[in-house]
């Protein structure tokens, strides 16, 4: 049980990012972080936010033989909490393979001071809860899922000395044991929200480093913007829903227009990234959003790198999104065997509405981008080709080769797990999601990373070949501005090819 004690200062940490060797650094604001900012400092806190992986970008330090890490140093995030001198130390866990940057910051953090608070949150650390708090004694709090209110409550209950024990998504010690409280309860309202607050954000950095999780952007100053939460689907290898409360909860039209003229009125910002899990789930909506947006006439291009669900769209949403600035639509296609998004992934959507969907955009000259996914239970090497056909066919501007991935809090780590799927080096510690993990009786993970590593190569190189003024407009002008792009791109690309792979060279022994 903490103490009752004031807190005057909190300090949110985004950690020390680490990829494996050949991937492509990025630098994406931690906008979950800044929405509980900007909560705390609603309410009378004072806060600061460093994101760990932007301050070190250009640092880097070998972890293993595949692996690399860059942002601060350990030495480096002691000295900012000396100099801030926080009250709490909160930070962010969004991916499993980041859960030991997340330790890393909280071991220095009890360093720096062992009274100090610290409390962690993100996806990863809402699944494992209650085997953190057991294991690691250098955090004291899990927030589960939803970050804002429990935070908030948590902090008053310090101040107050009430207890804390049965605030709603938390997890936490006392008298010895660990104690967990599901989620429950979430925020409907999501306009009561106040905006991300970015002022507290090195914003100038993430603009001239201009790595956004877009791949290649055409304009900057660019940025991130989120307007709704979680998803309807019910996908079997996504996490982030479950993570949401398993629903779909929305920022008014109002709301979103609000924000969009303030990232202009106050960054000049000129391209759009919009990260949402579903943007168009709810077509009138979108309808009035973009609409909007095309008549206040800004002069802002935008995207959706985190993808989009093609079953939601049809020509006269995609028509209204040209209009407003849309340049691409990164379409989550997943698969090209209507079994396997049927019965296996189960995406409510079919193959030919995509092929549809991809027609129009082209027509409305929308460049195309896709997602497909490979490695599944239950899949086998004859329906990844048939997702690799629906590729060539498709002929995207550009599209991402990915391999299903066991997350823990997923359905898909469920069943491996259950059905002894996973590889015997399979560690959620530092899984790395270029690989595959999974072996069956329809395959075994080396192949699905060659066939995957190889389709990648070859279809970029098509792209070339196919339709070189765009592979030149996209990437060699995005190259020439942006050398850090460029060399790890390269790297990447030479990695590929040097290891046949993106991931393990062997993997197919069976947990």
Known sequence: MINKRKINKILLISPPYTLMKGRIKRAVPPLGLAYIAAVLEKNGYTVKIIDAALEGFYAEEQINKNHYRYGLTYSELIQHMQQFKPDIVGVSCLFSPQYQNLQFVCKAAKEYNPDIITMAGGEHPSVFSKEILEQDKNIDFIVIGEGENTVLELIKCIESGRDYSTLDGLAFRQNGQVGVNPKNSFILDLDSIPFPARHLLNMKKYLEINLPQATTP??????SMITSRGCSGHCVFCATTKHWGNRYRTRSPENVIEEIKFLKDTYNIKELHFLDDNLTLNKKRAMSIF???????LDIKWCTPQGVAAWTLDEELLTVLKES?????TLAVESGDENVLKNIIRKPCNIEHIKNIVKIMKK???ATSAFFVSGFPG????????TFALADELKLDHAMFLIATPLPGTE?????KEKKYLTNDYDYNNIEYAACYINTKDFTSAEIDKMVSRKYVTYHFNIL??????FFKRYIWFFIKNPVFMTGFFKYIFFIIRNKTLGKETNKKVK
């Open 218 to 223: 055409l304009r900057k100053p660019n940025t």
């Open 291 to 297: 609409s909007k947006l095309k008549e206040l006439n």
């Open 325 to 329: 600035g849309c340049y691409e639509l």
């Open 364 to 366: 409305l000259k929308i």
């Open 379 to 386: 899949e086998t090497k004859e329906d990844i080709k048939k």
């Open 412 to 416: 898909l780590y469920d069943i491996c």
């Open 465 to 470: 070949f196919r339709n070189p003024k765009v």
